[in-house]
């Protein structure tokens, strides 16, 4: 699984691990993601989306028909 919000867009961060000998390796920060499961009530079915924890308060503030509505007039395919 991609560490990829399909909701908000967000993705790994890059950047270094400083040691304290200062050496420098590189490292990632990961987003916290999910696979969630909704029911949509205007198809009858489930949809399974991989969403952060900020994407999923999003859905809960908006409604996950208006988040799929967006998500596919952005070419999206759920």
């Known amino acids: ?3 990829h919000c399909q909701v908000t ?3 790994p961060g890059f950047g ?3 040691s304290h000998s200062h050496q420098r390796t590189n490292r ?3 987003p916290n993601v999910q696979r969630k499961t909704y029911y949509l009530p205007s198809e009858g079915r489930r949809i399974t ?3 952060s924890a900020k994407g999923i308060k999003t859905i809960d503030r908006d409604g996950i028909e208006a988040i799929v ?3 596919r007039r ?3 395919k759920i």
């Open 1 to 3: 699984m991609s560490a």
């Open 9 to 11: 867009g967000r993705r």
């Open 16 to 18: 270094k691990a400083v």
């Open 28 to 30: 990632r920060w990961n």
């Open 49 to 51: 989306l991989t969403v």
């Open 69 to 71: 509505a967006r998500l």
């Open 74 to 76: 952005e070419g999206v």
